[in-house]
């Protein structure tokens, strides 16, 4: 391995801190309408880039809290120094640290991807550390991974994220329902990077989201390209750092998804809500039930 060794250090070094905050509790700032931050955050990513500094000087870093070094550089890393700082700031213990490492040739425009090369994420509360690098698979904890081999929606277990910022303009609560309705379950554990890492470990066996950045992503989709799975847009098409949609599966039930937004998006396929005689009904069966 060519990065994650050192890579995985420093996550590590970092999640120890993320730990050292968790325990003695930290004050919550807002940055948006529910949009949280702590001196957890930003300590965490000023260790990250000074380490990833001395590591590789000659790498660019973009970080969720600001950092922008040496954007013009052929490497670059997309650094979460907290993903799950809601969980995080409520006590709730569900975050990781995030490093995607992306090789940029020179020919690229500033809105062109590179290539993903290495991921590391890194959870401090179950010391969970998920590494890969390109063409040579993805690891938990030194043992390879492989997603799950669940070949329909309707007996998989799928999660989803919903945004921190302009929550009211998200159309994703219409595609919550209609997934809970077809599998055995959605989960919204509130940290989009281990959501992948679970989908590459066969935890879970899709997840979506609308609204990502680059720093959420990059680590968490190389895992589960190297775990055997599959990324894309929601129409199937290639995944793309800045693109605002993100569908990641063990790739047997990626065309089953891929229909279902389509047909979501286009009106069709939706369960529709029990009027409220409909639901009177049920109520007035389940107390005769009772009685
Ligand atoms: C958030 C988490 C969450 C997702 C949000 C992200 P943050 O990242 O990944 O699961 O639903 O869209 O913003 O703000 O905790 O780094
Ligand atoms: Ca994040
Ligand atoms: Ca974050």
């Known amino acids: 391995m060519t990065w994650t060794p050192k890579a995985a250090e420093i996550a590590r070094e970092a999640g120890a801190r993320l730990r ?26 000023k260790l990250i880039r000074t380490r990833l500094g001395e590591a590789f000087p000659e790498h660019g870093i973009y970080g969720e809290e600001g950092t922008r ?11 979460d120094p907290l993903d799950g700082t809601t969980n995080f700031a409520h006590g709730f213990p569900q975050f990781c640290v995030s490093m995607g490492l992306e090789r940029r040739a020179a020919t690229l425009k500033a809105d062109e991807d590179g290539t993903l090369m290495a991921a590391v994420i890194y959870d401090p509360m179950r010391d969970e550390l998920y590494e890969a690098e390109r ?14 081999k669940t070949a329909e929606l309707a007996e998989a277990l799928v999660s989803t994220g919903f945004p921190s910022r302009k929550r009211h303009q998200s159309p994703n609560i219409h595609f919550y329902h209609e997934f809970t309705l077809r599998s ?20 879970l066996d899709a997840f979506w989201e609308f609204n990502l950045n680059p720093w959420d992503t990059a680590a968490g989709i190389l895992l589960v390209t190297e775990a055997g799975g599959r990324a894309s847009d929601f129409a199937g098409g290639e995944f793309r750092l800045d693109s605002r949609e993100v569908l990641a599966s063990n790739g047997l039930i990626h ?13 069709r396929a939706l369960t529709p809500i ?10 007035r069966v389940r107390a005769k039930g009772l009685q």
């Open 20 to 45: 050292e905050f968790f325990a003695a509790g930290v004050a919550t700032e807002y940055k948006g309408d529910v949009d949280l931050v702590t001196v957890a955050d930003r300590t965490v990513e």
């Open 69 to 79: 070094e040496r954007m013009d550089q052929e490497f670059r890393w997309y650094v």
């Open 135 to 148: 063409g040579r698979g993805a690891t938990l904890n030194g043992k390879a991974l492989h997603v799950s």
């Open 184 to 203: 055995h379950g959605v989960r919204r554990a509130g940290s989009a990077a281990l959501d992948l890492a679970y989908v590459a470990a066969g935890r």
């Open 255 to 267: 065309d089953e998804l891929v229909g279902l937004f389509e047909d979501m998006f286009a009106g």
């Open 274 to 283: 029990p009027t409220p005689e409909e639901f009177a009904a049920q109520r």
